[in-house]
């Protein structure tokens, strides 16, 4: 059983940065692939990113390319989202995901271990 919790999540000013964690419980957390998800009010839960179970092969939706970063560190059970130049529309609520059958893909279905979300409020 697989436990995901986020942290660093906050206010920040537009055009900074900030990074976030992802800690899972587990001993198979490094056969996961994982992904960062967000969801805004009113909106819908979307893909962020995704990086496969060795840290390889990182997916970005097209509105994060170029300022997000995923990263994992399978020794320590953490897979990590920094967030540099951050715009007022990445205010969200940034949930971690894992997929314990393998199945790495950029649908909210296609994970079945999330954490409790972590919130995000970029002020301008």
């Known amino acids: 059983q697989v436990q995901l919790v986020e942290s660093?999540?906050?206010?920040?000013?537009?055009?900074?940065?900030?990074?976030?964690?992802?800690?899972?419980?587990g001993r198979t957390f490094s056969i996961y692939p994982m992904a960062w998800f967000r969801q805004?009010?009113?909106?819908?839960?979307?893909?962020?990113?995704t990086i496969n179970r060795?840290?390889?092969?990182?997916?970005?939706?097209?509105?994060?390319?170029?300022r997000f970063t995923i990263s994992r560190d399978n020794d320590k059970n953490t897979v990590y989202?920094?967030?540099?130049?951050?715009?007022?529309?990445?205010?969200?609520?940034?949930?971690?995901?894992?997929?314990?059958?393998?199945?790495?893909?950029i649908f909210r279905g296609s994970y079945n271990y999330w954490g409790q979300g972590t919130q995000v409020t970029v002020s301008s």
């Open 8 to 25: 660093g999540g906050g206010l920040v000013q537009a055009g900074g940065s900030v990074r976030l964690s992802c800690a899972a419980s």
């Open 40 to 49: 805004a009010p009113g909106k819908e839960r979307d893909i962020v990113a």
């Open 54 to 66: 060795n840290g390889g092969s990182p997916y970005y939706s097209d509105s994060v390319e170029g």
């Open 81 to 105: 989202l920094q967030m540099d130049s951050l715009r007022p529309g990445d205010a969200a609520v940034y949930y971690c995901a894992g997929d314990s059958r393998g199945w790495e893909g």
